[in-house]
């Protein structure tokens, strides 16, 4: 789950029916102010820490550079790695009427049994394990693993969706960023024969040519100079299954001449091979870009554009079906307050009002950032207008302190009110409860506080993301889910210099 490995975050082979979509699991890190997902293998191990060498990398001044590793399979457990200031496991253990905090300081080199939804600490950074998105229940009599369609115009399209699943053509998917192309894809391969076979989702725009072959269609030994054994490619792996080509209006000229060669002779040929090796998967294929007018100005290939485009299928933007803003926010709230051990909080009804109304151009992406955010501002149980900072110009709301009666609180919600942990190790064993005291009201002075805090973040994460993208400013915006125009507003604002455009890193 490097950079690389984690655009097809669901690129393992399933086993077996256990490895369904329903089982699928991600990783949620409470870091920074802001909530980041990864995905998990089905099983594996995953490293976690502040070096970038790790599966999951955690940029935390409390978490040691190795700090912990997942191990994932037939059971979850956790094992420290022998980490300055510690792994510490928090769970409930209900008595009677009562609920009890328990917490378990890890011993380094042991693993210890994790359940789904159980609080870590790696020193003061919080991660649960979670249903990875659109595989729970996303609103109140949704069955599990549906997404949520409310939209007239979005339910001829499942029920058309419904009908090609169980065809083995090719399927374009066309729609804005963040509008739900991977939901779809997802719904697609589990209403298909192959729902039993693996879904691999590769994103075409986060890979250098010379690395996307050899993820693609996998090397032989001595390939090249770091090719010390054969690796099958992800097109092997995704045998008897589903790969989705996400952006795939981003592949460069070489690769689309191998890709076509693929879908016309079903067969790959690795990175130094002698003879091709038949595949057995079926291709969904999703772009923001019009493929046609990319085919037009000779940036895309006509007959790849034919072999791709089975059947199209445009997905609206979410401004285009407001019935389905309201579950969708509720199912986000749900979501987010869960795993940060709080109640979902209610909302009023001003600000239901508020996110129909609103836009919505980074589509169900800047919905889900702008529902995380709310729910991590919002002191009371109920998420009010200027909880949203839908305007960006307007200051945070006053966060008012929540007090903890007891020790018996959910531990998520203790180690989100305990706060940064003091440096250096911390003493071995169990800590002490740390209930907090009511606080004084917040001032305007300490509401600009926060509003600088929020800028801070909302600008490394810019930053990281032009480095990612290697300074392309579409690309950066795309990945943040913020139009372009806001995303060149906030260069200015923040004093971040223009950089020239460049291809993105692999």
Known sequence: ?????????????????????????????????????????????????????????????????????????????????????????????????????????????????????????????????????????????????????????????????????????????????????????????????RAHGPFLRLNCAALAESLLESELFGHEKGAFTSAGQAKPGLLETAEKGTVMLDEVGELPPGIQVKLLRVLEDRKVMRVGGLSPRPIDVRFISATNRDLAAEVKRGAFREDLFFRLNGIALTIPPLRARASEIAPLARAMAERTASALGRRAPAFAPETLAALEAHPWPGNIRELRNVIERAVVLAGGDTLLPEHLLLDASAPPPLVEPRTPTSIDAHPAEVAALAGPLPAGPLPAGPLPPNPLPPGPPRSAEAAGGLRGELDAIERRRIVDALEQCAGNQTQAAALLGMPRRTFVARLSAYGIPRPRKGKAKG
């Open 1 to 193: 789950m490097s950079k690389e490995r984690d655009v097809a975050g669901a690129m393992s082979p399933r086993k077996d029916a256990q490895n369904d979509a329903q089982h699928a699991l991600e990783l949620a890190v409470f870091a920074g102010g802001r909530v980041t997902r990864h995905p998990l293998p089905a099983e594996g191990r995953v490293s976690l820490g502040r070096s970038k060498e790790n599966d999951v990398q955690i940029d935390e001044s409390s978490v040691s550079r190795r700090h912990a590793i997942i191990h994932l399979g037939a059971r979850l457990a956790i094992e420290d790695l022998g980490s300055a200031n510690g792994t510490r496991l928090r769970r409930e253990r209900s008595a009677g009427p009562t609920t009890k905090l328990l917490e378990l300081q890890l011993e380094p080199g042991k693993t210890t049994e994790l359940a789904v939804g159980d609080a870590v600490n790696l020193g003061s950074t919080l991660i649960v394990i979670l249903p990875r998105e659109g595989t729970a229940s996303a609103a109140a009599g949704q069955a599990p693993g549906e997404p949520i369609v409310r939209d007239p115009a979005m339910q001829r399209l499942y029920a058309l969706a419904e009908r090609v699943a169980a065809s083995p053509l090719s399927v374009l998917l066309l729609g804005e960023t963040g509008a739900g192309k991977e939901v779809l894809a997802e719904h697609i391969h589990r209403r298909s024969p």
